[in-house]
């Protein structure tokens, strides 16, 4: 739930947006009308108009998307798309909280997914190779089960590495495997 501070920012905007565009058009007029009449005459006034306009909303919408990251991140919400994904710590989360987060992430894990981690366990390893792709380890790096040690891609191949946590929780429990 959005705190009151990005409510207001989320009002405010859309007013701000159209003040902007309102007075830089009228300054824009000004100029156009008195130092830009040779190019204004070349390209057409209204294009640059549209052009400052069109600029004016993209600075407008990267301010609206830092914004909400910022929200997000003060509010603990994780990014993660379509998966349950472990929450952005929080200073509050307790150990205990944070270990049943990990759990029921492993509990819920799916049967490709179970047999991704077992590799791990099978070459007692904490990197394994993974093809470009295959979506699943993405997807268990996107709720921090796996996570990519570098961006270098061998051949058709990309390396996982197992986090310490869940390395841990499934070496204690080997039944989330199976």
């Not at 294009?47 to 830092?66: E, K, P, T, V």
């Not at 380890?137 to 191949?157: Q, T, W």
Request: proline share 4%; charged share 20%.
């Amino acid at each position: 739930m959005p705190n009151s501070k990005s409510r207001i920012i989320w009002l405010l905007l859309p007013l701000l947006i159209v003040l902007t565009t309102t007075v830089f058009q009228q300054i824009f007029s000004e100029l156009a009308n008195k130092h830009l009449d040779p190019i204004g005459v070349a390209i057409g006034n209204r294009l640059l108009l549209l052009i400052c306009l069109f600029l004016i909303a993209g600075i407008c919408s990267l301010a609206l998307f830092y914004f909400s990251v910022l929200t997000q991140k003060d509010q603990g919400v994780s990014r993660s798309v379509g998966h349950e994904s472990l929450p952005i710590p929080d200073k509050k989360q307790s150990e205990k909280e944070i270990r049943q987060s990990h759990e029921r992430l492993l509990k819920n894990l799916s049967g490709g997914e179970k047999r991704m981690l077992q590799r791990y366990f099978d070459d007692d390893t904490k990197t394994q190779m993974f093809h470009v792709s295959d979506g699943g380890p993405a997807g268990l790096a996107s709720r921090g089960i796996l996570f990519n040690p570098s961006s270098y891609v061998y051949g058709v191949e990309v390396s996982y590495n197992i986090s310490e946590w869940a390395w841990e929780m499934l070496k204690e429990n080997p039944k989330y495997l199976t």
